[in-house]
């Protein structure tokens, strides 16, 4: 006689198998003594477990285990963030840095250009003073003074 596995009896026993299968293992309990032990032994252990009692853990206990989970988590928060850094940090510093030297050369070249304009105008200054400065020399400063003496 071809006995079911320990499986498969523990699946009929929880009504988990098809239909087929459930009516196959029937017939084969009905004839046979050692499958239906098995199955009683099924049955038994079943009862004990839900008749026992759910067992009770103190305050203190619960709150110790709590704690090295929440530890754990942390731990393995700081490590995913730690392996990001690792494996990109290296690549956004150096966009970062990339980013820096573009902004200073573009300010930098801003700065410039208005320094230059700053100097250009400074130039046309100087420039239209020395001509103003050749065209009334001191003498003709001190002709005007004297003229607008006497026509007082």
């Not at 840095?97 to 400074?122: G, K, N, P, V």
Request: a negative charge.
């Amino acid at each position: 006689m071809i006995h079911p596995d320990s499986d498969t009896l523990e699946k009929f026993f929880d009504r988990e198998l098809s239909d087929e299968q459930h009516v196959s293992v029937e017939r084969h309990v009905a004839i046979c003594s050692e499958c239906r032990d098995i199955l009683v032994g099924l049955q038994m252990t079943r009862t004990l477990l839900e008749s026992s009692p759910l067992p009770t853990q103190s305050e203190s206990f619960v709150h110790s285990v709590m704690e090295k989970v929440r530890d754990s988590e942390h731990q393995r928060f700081a490590f995913q963030i730690r392996n990001f850094f690792e494996q990109w940090g290296f690549q956004a510093g150096g966009l970062a840095f990339a980013a820096l030297l573009i902004c200073l050369s573009l300010f930098r070249s801003d700065s410039l250009t208005a320094t230059d304009e700053m100097l250009t105008y400074r130039q046309v200054e100087l420039e239209a003073l020395d001509s103003f400065e050749s065209q009334f020399t001191l003498s003709t400063v001190l002709g005007v003074y004297s003229d607008s003496e006497d026509s007082l």
